[in-house]
């Protein structure tokens, strides 16, 4: 199964039915790492070259994916997959699943992605030392080439489209918190 | 950023009063509802997988736990059953042998708890002698289902505690 097989399958119903028999947020946790997409996911992840690239395309995806319009009605449909990308995101790098879960913690009508959200975002405080260098390997890969990325470099594009990220606003926020 | 403080906490909107026969409040969430494709996706999987199982109902708002503890209200987390079970005064049963209508069975996979039914009656095969206990739980945020007490998705696990809250004549 390639990667974008994978992401396909973890947007599915047939995966969405079969994970939301949880009866609770540590067993819906269980049950996705069960699952082989989300494996393989996690598995080109690890790979040094295609971290970068992957991580760009699970956050585009997570960002395309909240803009999409959906019935006010009823829980928001892509609400395990967006839970997925983000814990996918969270096992990786967590500072930048921080940045990306509270951009999640905004989405309305979300369940499982909402204790993703709130469980990285209370998880353990920014590490200052790393975060632009984070930033900058995974948002613009030509820097991880750079020995001492700056915080004063401009920031990325982000990725969420409609989205302006302010990592130091965050971060204060995140510390105040 | 926006942190819910306390969710499914008395604070929280989407809770509801909920407590223990000893006024412990039980934390919970009403779960919105999955649309129609979700729901329809869930009962066909499971329609393929656990042919037997009976379909009552299907709805995301309540769990396992909503179902047992809280008349299909609201979505009760499995971490708050030891709290529910004492203060409700219910008592462990030795095992299955000793369990009757009415009664909570527990299951477990790999020690760890993952779903709780109700016993709702027996199933006797006159054929092979044998004797299932048939159990009403509801599936996640999938469907309510009348099943055979160990015909549940692999992912629950097995049946591994039987608890009463039955009251003997004093």
Known sequence: MKIEQAMNEIESLELCARVNIASGYRIFLQLIQEEESVRILLRELNSREQMSKILQMVLNRI????????????????????AIYLWVISVKDLNLAKAAAAFVDQAPRCWWAAKVSHEVLSNEPFRSDSRTSDWNRVLIPQASKSVTPTIQAPLPVPPFKNYQWNTEKFENEYKAA | MSFIIEAGGPSDRDSIPLATRERNYIPNERRLEQSPAQLRAAV??????????????????????????????TWIEPDHISMILTDDGYSRLDGESEAKIGDIVVYKKNLALTHVGIIIGFDDDLSVGTRKMKVLSKWGANGEYIHRIDDVPVLFGVPAEFWTDRRMKP
């Open chain 1, 63 to 82: 960002s395309d994916i909240l803009q999409k319009q959906s019935d006010p009605r009823y829980e928001n449909p892509s609400d395990t997959a967006i």
């Open chain 2, 44 to 73: 066909e999987i499971w329609q393929r997988e656990r042919p037997n199982a009976r379909l009552r109902s299907i709805t995301a708002v309540y769990n396992c736990m909503g179902l047992v503890f809280a008349s299909r209200r």
